[in-house]
T-cell receptor, first 114, second 112 residues
Framework: SQTIHQWPATLVQPVGSPLSLECTVE??????LYWYRQAAGRGLQLLFY??????ISSEVPQNLSASRPQDRQFILSSKKLLLSDSGFYLC?????????????FGSGTQLSVL | GESVGLHLPTLSVQEGDNSIINCAYS??????FIWYKQESGKGPQFIID?????DKRQGQRVTVLLNKTVKHLSLQIAATQPGDSAVYFC???????????FGKGTRLSVIA
């Protein structure tokens, strides 16, 4: 069966510090991978998605970047965090077909930038 | 761009009653719709999905209804339980090679 791992679960970082969140998927090949951000009490904002190694699509221009160094690994990064980067970050995967398939989400990372 | 919206941001339901969570979508060409449940501090969990060639689909205690004429999607939960308390999101897949578009979410509170 497929599983998705996302870490860390919580993170407190000072403004201006770098960020690296990692997500890995097991049990499937060539999945579509996604990073979402969720502000407190709000909806899901798509940040990045990837349909293959090295292929990254950015939905919202901002202080973050994503990379996919391996087939089932998706990394969210920032060189210098802003206060506005605080939020709940979710990684997700879907089958390697068209986008009209269900997403499977990780457990999320609660990021607080102070 | 076009997006999925919700009629009710919050919903309080008595335990044992049925719940209906509504969602309006604006893109008449969308062909896939899905509902997620998100408990506090956790990732969204898949509940049920439906494609545009259907107007109803049932799961365990849940039913999704799709009305393409008025571009409306609903999630019905039978015999609502305290464990159903969560935020519910609908999402649609617009035509073209783009990811799902999520609505803003409805918070369901079950009153014991």
């Amino acid at each position: 069966s497929q599983t998705i791992h996302q870490w860390p679960a919580t993170l407190v970082q000072p403004v201006g510090s770098p960020l690296s969140l990692e997500c890995t998927v097991e049990g499937t090949s060539n999945p579509n991978l996604y990073w979402y951000r969720q502000a407190a009490g709000r909806g899901l904002q798509l940040l990045f998605y990837s349909v293959g190694i090295g292929q990254i699509s950015s939905e919202v221009p901002q202080n973050l970047s994503a990379s996919r160094p391996q087939d089932r690994q998706f990394i969210l990064s920032s060189k210098k965090l802003l206060l506005s980067d605080s939020g709940f970050y979710l990684c997700a995967w879907s089958a390697p077909t068209a986008f009209n398939e269900k997403l499977f989400f990780g457990s999320g990372t609660q990021l607080s930038v102070l | 761009g076009e997006s999925v919206g919700l009629h009710l941001p919050t919903l309080s339901v008595q335990e044992g009653d049925n719940s209906i969570i509504n969602c309006a979508y604006s893109n008449s060409a969308s062909d896939y719709f899905i509902w997620y449940k998100q408990e506090s501090g956790k990732g969204p969990q898949f509940i049920i999905d439906i494609r545009s060639n259907m107007d109803k689909r049932q799961g365990q205690r849940v039913t999704v209804l799709l009305n393409k004429t008025v571009k409306h999607l609903s999630l019905q939960i039978a015999a609502t339980q305290p464990g159903d308390s969560a935020v519910y999101f609908c999402a649609e897949n617009e035509p073209g090679n783009t990811p799902l578009v999520f609505g803003k979410g409805t918070r369901l509170s079950v009153i014991a």
